[in-house]
């Protein structure tokens, strides 16, 4: 999967799951769309399926610090990185 | 310090109806909500019971989805009549958010339907990347789930009680709220239950041979309350809210004010799970005459627990014969929707304030020939119309436990 594939995913999950619309790559998704952690476990949840394979403890509490679509675009290419 | 209490707004959304018009005018004209179960991939074909008091409407929810993502069908009915009856009582923020405001409000156990799609999804192998259940399922499923998100969306930080006790839990909500503020813990307290389409729970009744299975053709025929020919319950949805405040606190603010809660009781068998208890039951509602300190003969009317089951319509009906004599007039509002379940009563609570304020009292709907094993109370046989000054709303649930709701008409 590429960059770009990855983040027409991530951008997908967002809309239909979360209902955040057109946002630019580096917004702060807590501050601007109220993302909290009920959606940080949601959205960890929606990667698992993206990439059919569970994520490890240690890949889930990584993902803990991840503030922008940038940020989780970056994340699920290191995942497969590790994966390939 | 014991303090008066007082119904200030209702809500319910039930198989009859949402708006009191509705639920009022199906009352008058006899109209049941109990329709053919709607098919499922599960369980209705193992199912003997094909009826089900359905809410087959909808319902124009506006949650915004950071509330929404929380939410089971059984909070999305909770939080509907709670939104109604805050706005309804037209409580201020400063208040609700006060912490004097509490939430006492429950179901029978969550939501099964979010329980069912999270346990089938990691059980059938359909999302093999996952070790675990969501913690996201946990919150729309949890046995708390209706109390949890009615203080998340309204922002309620006062005390939270969210009984989980079957066919009592509508009433315990509101007994415990009430309770909460007769002892001066909160000043208001939005108290119900709610509960969901669920063909799991018919099938528990099922097995004990206790569903309503004759009638599968003629769904508004069933469940028969007292009835020579009754053959079970029938299960249903829906939800009920009352908003309860301390009476000085409800005449300062203005509010409307429905009625008195003047007392309550609880209590359990303590034995059988489930078979009804002559003197469990005969206790319980002894005991709320007694928190309401009144003589069994101001009672006007008796919503009873009715469930239509063979045994348990008999038990009530000595029980209330114990208490009661023959006296009140004694309905089984389950006869209209089949039983509500964690919601019955608040649902039948809030149907005996809307009889209260207009002055009738709805008979129970097919009750064509009373058995005689329950013919020593007063069934209500026909409309009446008639001024309900004291009422008690009994519900008896699995468990063994008992309870006993007893409400004034308020003199403003």
Not at chain 1, 24 to 35: G, R
Not at chain 2, 61 to 72: L, S
Not at chain 2, 372 to 381: D, F, L, S, Y
């Amino acid at each position: 999967m590429t960059r770009e594939e990855i983040q027409i995913e991530i951008l997908k999950i967002l809309k239909e799951e979360f209902e955040i619309e057109n946002p630019e790559m580096d917004d702060n998704l807590s501050e601007k769309y109220h993302f909290d952690s009920i959606d940080a476990i949601q959205l960890l949840s929606e990667i698992e399926d993206l990439l059919k394979s569970e994520l490890t403890m240690e890949e889930k509490t990584l993902a803990m610090d991840i503030r922008t679509i940038n940020q989780i675009c970056d994340y699920v290419e290191s995942l497969l990185k590790d994966r390939s | 310090m014991e303090r008066k209490v007082v119904i200030t707004a209702a809500s319910a959304i039930t198989p009859i109806g949402h708006s009191k018009n509705e639920i009022i005018d199906s009352l008058i004209n006899g109209i049941s909500g109990v329709k053919k179960m709607r098919e499922d991939d599960l369980l209705y074909p193992h199912l003997h019971s094909k009826v089900f008091g359905a809410v087959d409407y909808g319902i124009d929810y506006d949650f915004k989805r950071k509330y929404r993502k929380t939410m089971g069908p059984v909070a999305y009915y909770a939080c509907q009549v709670a939104k109604e009856v805050i706005e309804m009582a037209d409580l201020k923020n400063d208040f609700i958010s006060s912490g004097r405001l509490g939430v006492s409000f429950g179901s029978t156990h969550g939501s099964p339907i979010v329980q069912r799609q999270a346990f089938q999804a990691f059980f059938s192998g359909s999302r093999p990347g996952h070790s675990s259940i969501s913690g996201v399922d946990y919150l729309r499923s949890m046995s708390h789930t209706t109390a949890a998100n009615i203080t998340r969306m309204f922002g309620i930080t006062g005390r939270v009680i969210s009984s989980s006790t079957a066919c009592t839990t509508g009433s315990q909500s509101i007994g415990f709220g009430y309770e909460s503020i007769k002892y001066g813990k909160q000043d208001a307290m939005i108290c119900g239950g709610s509960d969901e389409y669920d063909t799991t729970t018919v099938a528990v009744f099922d097995n004990f041979l206790a569903s309503s299975a004759n009638f599968n053709n003629t769904p508004h025929l069933t469940p028969r309350p007292f009835d020579i020919s009754r053959d079970g319950l029938v299960v249903g949805e829906g939800a009920g809210a009352v908003l309860l405040e301390e009476l000085e606190f409800a005449k300062k603010r203005g509010a409307n004010i429905l009625a008195e809660v003047i007392g309550f009781s609880c209590n359990n068998n303590g034995g059988d799970l489930i078979l009804p208890n002559i003197n469990g039951i005969t206790q319980a509602i002894a005991l709320g005459l007694k928190d309401a300190g009144i003589s069994a003969d101001e009672v006007d009317f008796v919503s009873a627990h009715g469930t239509a089951t063979k045994m348990g319509d008999i038990i009530e009906a000595q029980a209330i014969r114990n208490v009661y004599g023959n006296s009140p007039y004694v309905t089984g509002l389950k006869s209209y929707m089949g039983h509500t379940m964690g919601s019955c009563g608040a649902i039948e609570t809030i149907i005996t304030l809307y009889m209260m304020e207009y002055g009738f009292i709805a008979p129970t709907l097919n009750l064509d020939e009373v058995d005689e094993r329950c013919a020593m109370i007063r069934h209500t046989m026909k409309l009446h119309k008639s001024d309900i000054r004291i009422a008690a709303i009994q519900n008896f649930a699995f468990g063994g436990v008992n309870t006993s709701l007893i409400i004034k008409k308020f003199d403003n």
